[in-house]
């Protein structure tokens, strides 16, 4: 019997396949290069962030986050999940094993007085005389599940998938995460500027309505001067009252990507201050292909698109029989006051097929289902990497025509500095009207505003750009963050070093 079982699990394992089909990328749409900039091997997403974010103090920011933000801790706890659930599901391959034992003793006397059993068991006899009856045994034994078609593997394939997903998504939030708060300072950057424009021009407003009261006392302007005046202060009175409450606000949204409750926000370089690494004209991009093996969002996707397929081999196996082995040893020791027949060994070998019978026909509609999920992974897959291939497009020319774009307004705000500042001179001199004045100063007040808009609009898309292009954290990241993040001690009024 032995034999038999020996050579049927021998046969089994030799023909045993994996039903269903093996995954194969799907051919996916691409370009040969980018439509606003030439294609090259070099890509800004080659670069740790801390190297792109050259702000000491946004640095320390984007650490704090990724070490006490939420969504991070989550997405590291469903790691951790699916790498022991990757661990469990191999186990089923192995055989299983279990064990038990048991002890009994019986004792019946002659002439004593019954004690009736709990339940109507019957009667006990307490005393001596009779016989004794015990039986101790114990066993071990193995049973062992035979992936004969492979619905096994096939889930191990699958659970493997979603491993791999869960840490592309892990990734993905990192990624995220940077480049949020990279923004957001950003926005807390252009705030401030603002607020210290507006607080400019709100002084030149204040000094503005102070001359004119003087002027209309001399019968020199109208009343109607003042009053155009003193509505041009009250409304950048106003915007600035706007302004504050905004900066507040992005504080408090800093404060929650940081993890904590809302508080104040440090602050690094000024907005025109902030610094990217040296980079020509034209951003390097890298090369389209690049994003298949970078952005962990396409990562991830595919990796659903595996798991889907290996679901399909799965549910297939479901439809044929399952074969298991089982086997134990056993040692008893029966004893009878007369009677001793020692210790006794035992042995069990049996197999055992299994297989749908009535739920047949649901197993293959069932394996319709995982077949029509594996499309829907497929068609999310692709529509993925369109989406990641226009974000790219769209951050390309995001950065390149900012750049152009903020190039025409320094022009232009150095032109109506000196404009506004003509107008006023003339105006003191009596040789201007209040009109002009007005003209001037509200159009560098709205110039100068419009260029700190811009001047965040440049450092935003290139950090957009980093992010379309899947950079900021790979694996091999990891080490140097942990090293970097350990900055040295440095004496009191030394600045830390880069990381």
């Known amino acids: 019997m032995r034999r038999l079982l020996a050579a049927l699990a021998l046969v089994m394992t030799v023909v045993g396949c994996r039903m269903g089909p093996d995954y194969a990328r799907p051919e996916t749409p691409g370009a040969d290069a980018w439509r606003m900039t030439t294609a090259t091997s070099e890509s800004i997403a080659n670069l740790p962030w801390w190297e792109l974010l050259k702000d000491r103090e946004l640095q320390r920011l984007i650490r704090s986050a990724l070490e006490e933000n939420q969504d991070v801790r989550t997405a590291a706890a469903s790691v951790e999940e699916f790498q022991a659930r990757l ?23 002659r002439n004593s007085v019954g004690i009736p059993l709990p339940g109507g068991g019957g009667v006990f006899i307490p005393g001596q005389g009779g016989p004794t009856l015990s039986n101790q045994s114990a066993y071990g034994g193995l049973k062992w599940e035979m992936d004969l078609w492979g619905k096994i593997r096939r889930s ?14 892990q990734r993905a939030v990192i990624l995220g995460l940077v480049g949020t708060v990279a923004e957001a300072y950003f926005d807390l950057r252009q ?10 021009a709100l002084k030149a407003w204040d000094e503005t309505v102070r001359i004119s009261r003087i002027k209309l006392d001399q019968g020199a302007i109208s009343k109607l001067d003042l009053d155009r005046f003193e509505a041009e202060r009250a409304n950048a009175a106003a915007q600035l009252a706007d302004l504050e409450r905004q900066s507040v606000q992005k504080e408090n949204q800093i404060s929650l990507l940081l993890g904590r409750k809302p508080a104040q926000i440090s602050r690094g370089s000024a907005l025109t201050e902030q610094t990217m690494p040296p980079m020509p004209p034209e951003i390097p991009a890298g090369l389209p292909s690049d994003l298949l093996r970078r952005r962990p969002d396409l990562l991830q996707a595919e990796q659903d698109l595996v798991a889907a397929t290996a679901n399909i081999g799965v549910a297939q196996a479901s439809r044929f029989p399952q074969v298991s082995l089982t086997g134990a040893l056993g040692v008893a020791n029966p004893q009878l006051s007369s009677i001793s027949p020692g210790v006794a060994f035992t042995q069990y070998a049996a197999a055992a097929v299994t297989g749908p019978l009535l739920n047949a026909t649901a197993l293959g509609y069932q394996v319709k289902v995982a077949e029509a999920q594996s499309k829907q992974a497929s068609f999310q897959y692709e529509k993925a990497i369109v989406a990641a291939l226009r974000e790219v497009e769209d951050a390309l020319i995001a950065a390149q025509k900012s750049r152009e774009q903020g190039n025409s307004q320094q022009e232009q705000v150095a032109a109506l500095r000196s404009a506004f500042d003509l107008a006023d001179l ?8 209040y ?4 003209t001037a100063q509200r159009s560098l007040f ?14 935003v898309s290139i950090v957009q750009l980093y992010k379309a292009l899947g950079g900021g954290w790979s694996p091999a990241d990891m080490q140097i963050y942990l090293q970097a993040s350990v ?3 440095k004496p009191a009024g030394q600045s830390t070093g880069e990381p």
């Open 435 to 438: 009109l002009d004045v007005l």
């Open 191 to 200: 705030l401030d500027l603002q607020i210290d424009i507006t607080r400019r």
């Open 487 to 489: 900055e040295p001690k």
């Open 426 to 433: 003339r105006y003191r001199g009596g040789r201007a009207s």
């Open 446 to 459: 709205d110039a100068e505003l419009a260029l700190a808009r811009t001047r965040r609009t440049q450092l």
């Open 87 to 109: 661990v469990i599901s191999r186990f089923d391959l192995a055989p299983s094993a279990e064990y038990g034992g048991n002890a009994f003793v019986f004792n019946a006397a």
């Open 156 to 169: 191990i394939e699958v659970t493997r998938a979603q491993l791999l997903a869960r840490q592309e998504a």
